[in-house]
């Protein structure tokens, strides 16, 4: 019997202009990277599904068809899988395949409303599907997944963020960015200003925070995640300084902000201000900022999440080393 010596085919799926497309580095559900055919949009999906029978064989089945699925896992009931695309075109009626053969397939303005996404808890994929269905024998199934990724135009508001904080009668501070949305390969350029130092400072650094939510209700879960981690001042500062902040981001392991994605999880980016005292201990303030993304990310065009980040190019980032009771 067929089975017992393995599939009796082996399949391949060829996307259409395959060696044009471009590709992006993306993690699997191991956190192992591998390179993608990357989609965008409403980018139609089509190619040829190649059957070849090994010698000797062939199957009898009761139709052969190929999936496009849109699918969300979450690491605690990968079990259950939520689709929230499904389409399917047939291959072949029921019969008998006794030759390889190739049958063209196209999925023609499929919305693909959200990113290829791998995160702690959560992963988003997209895949095809080839399925010859066998009413005798299991069926035999070959997976193909893809990306994707989607451009953002600007926003129509995108306010700066301004906040006074502090500890009373021992720090005020007021910090500035100079807008609260950013696409990934952006710049952070902001101040903080000194209205009140009466606790010894050693260093002040910003920090990019991911935060995952799964779940909803009761059940939501959150998981933080530092991104980087950027030292803005080393010193003591005094009342009445200033220092500059321009933090680049398009080193960094980055995605568009989600929210609330069929209900299953979100992403939500923070810049983390964060002051250290002689004593270690740390004061901080979070701010809530939106990722967007301005151009697609391939494996051609720029730095990739799973590359290692690479030194910011341009001028450096501002800094300064000043003693205590000192000011530049």
Known sequence: MAFLFGAPCDIDIEFRDQERLPQVAVKNENKETENLYLFT??????????IKLK?????????????????IELLYDRGNPYEFTSLVRELETPGALVESKSYTFEFANVEKQHETYTGNNVRLRYFLRVKITRQYASDIKHIVDFAVQNTSPPPEINNSIKMEVGIEDCLHIEFEYNKS?????DVVIGKIFFLLVRIKIKHMEIVIIKRESTGSGPTTYNESENIAKFEIMDGAPVRGESIPIRLFLAPYELTPSM???????SVKYYLNLVLV??????YFKQQEIHL????????????LAAKKPAPPSGPPPE????SPGTSD
């Open 181 to 185: 949305k950013y696409h990934l390969a």
């Open 292 to 303: 967007w993304r301005k151009t697609l990310r391939t494996l051609n065009s720029g730095p």
């Open 277 to 282: 005292d002689e004593e270690d201990r740390r």
């Open 55 to 71: 010698q000797g064989k062939q199957i009898d089945h009761i139709g052969i068809k190929i999936e496009l699925i849109g699918q």
């Open 259 to 265: 929210k609330n994605v069929h209900n299953k999880f």
């Open 319 to 322: 800094r300064r080393a000043a």
């Open 41 to 50: 949009g409403m980018e139609n999906v089509c190619g040829q599904v190649h």
